[in-house]
């Protein structure tokens, strides 16, 4: 068995669209960043690529490819998925965390689920994912970005 974690923040910007754990919520403002943005995707990725021993999401997907400007990162998690499963292991359990005072995350979090596990090759139970407001403190409170903790349990694949 291997445990891995992952966290990751992005900024809250006007015009760009708002994608989180490979979902589109509609909302006024969206995410800064080379790709789509979606900080829980990304957090689940560092923790995958933790486990396995793998470096990091920006080892494997740096911001400064133009391969990966605007991808979406359901790309970058198919593609983690590949590299945890070569290293000869599979997932046990995944549990995350979106940190953000606005949107209302919870209403889509049943579609995030069916959307990640699918990809994760596991069934919708063994992807935890909550959201929880930051109580107004600090720069989650503030809305000016929003944040993603995750962890994870591979086990190896025979
Ligand atoms: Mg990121």
Redesign the pocket.
């Known amino acids: 068995m291997r445990i891995g974690f992952g966290y990751?923040v992005?900024r809250w910007v006007e015009g760009r669209e708002l994608w989180l754990g490979g979902v589109q919520i509609p909302h006024s403002l969206g995410l800064l960043?080379h790709s789509d943005?979606d900080?829980l995707i990304?957090a689940i990725c560092d923790a995958l690529l933790g486990a396995a021993g793998l470096q990091d999401i920006g080892y494997h997907f740096p911001d400064t490819d133009e391969r990966f400007k605007g991808i979406d990162s359901k790309i970058l998690l198919r593609e983690t998925m590949r590299l945890v499963f070569a290293e000869g292991f599979e997932v046990e359990n995944i549990d995350s965390t979106l940190c953000a005072e606005r949107p209302k995350i919870n209403p889509h979090i049943p579609e995030m689920k069916r959307v990640l596990s699918e990809i994760i090759g596991v069934e919708n139970s063994r992807v935890g994912i909550k959201a929880t407001t930051n109580e107004q403190m600090g720069f989650v409170g503030r809305e000016e970005g929003i944040a993603a903790y995750a962890v994870v349990l591979l086990r190896n694949r025979q």
Do not use: L, Q
């Open positions: 990751d992005h960043g943005a900080v990304h």
